[in-house]
């Protein structure tokens, strides 16, 4: 499995807001993680439609997480960026000779993404934070 790196950006700010605890202005945010304004803005426009932070205007204005950081798993994270948790598709059509086996091949893979989605289920903000 590949994230895209928006996907990669919005974990990181969503452990900064959580590790911070309080609103953070959306120009601090971009710099510590290292991205422009503008692309902070569209990766939090998703989070915030995703109900993980608001937004918050006027002079002490900025991003501050929504929900508890116990709350918020990695799969949520990822089904919110990227609309999907997979591991990928068969490629192509098979030929007539292993079309059983890309069959039982797609099984495997669909194995793979239950595990998968379990196990980032299980991983939520805060155990991540505990461990540093």
Same mark, same amino acid.
């Given at each position: 499995? !590949?994230?895209?790196?928006?996907?990669?950006?919005?974990?990181?700010? /969503?452990?900064?807001?959580?590790?911070?605890?309080?609103?953070?202005?959306?120009?601090? @945010?971009?710099?510590?993680?290292?991205?422009?304004? %503008? *692309?902070?803005?569209?990766?939090? +426009?998703? /989070?915030?439609?995703?109900?993980?932070? %608001? =937004?918050?205007?006027?002079?002490?204005?900025?991003?501050?997480?929504?929900? =508890?950081?116990?709350?918020?798993?990695? *799969?949520? #994270? #990822?089904?919110?960026?990227?609309? =999907?948790?997979?591991?990928?598709?068969?490629?192509? %059509?098979? +030929?007539? $000779?292993?079309?059983?086996?890309? @069959? =039982? /091949?797609?099984?495997? *893979? %669909? &194995? #793979?993404? &239950?595990?998968? $989605?379990?196990? @980032?289920?299980?991983?939520? @903000?805060? !155990?991540?934070? $505990?461990?540093?």
């Amino acid at each position: 499995m !590949q994230l895209n790196r928006s996907t990669d950006y919005a974990i990181q700010m /969503l452990l900064y807001l959580a590790k911070d605890g309080k609103t953070v202005s959306s120009s601090k @945010l971009a710099a510590a993680i290292g991205v422009s304004h %503008r *692309y902070l803005l569209q990766i939090s +426009a998703k /989070l915030r439609a995703a109900g993980f932070i %608001r =937004a918050a205007h006027g002079p002490s204005g900025g991003l501050k997480l929504d929900k =508890a950081p116990d709350e918020i798993s990695l *799969y949520d #994270i #990822i089904l919110s960026m990227e609309g =999907a948790v997979r591991t990928g598709e068969i490629c192509g %059509r098979p +030929a007539a $000779e292993i079309a059983q086996e890309m @069959l =039982a /091949l797609g099984e495997e *893979y %669909r &194995k #793979i993404e &239950k595990m998968l $989605e379990k196990t @980032l289920k299980g991983i939520t @903000l805060i !155990q991540i934070l $505990e461990k540093c």
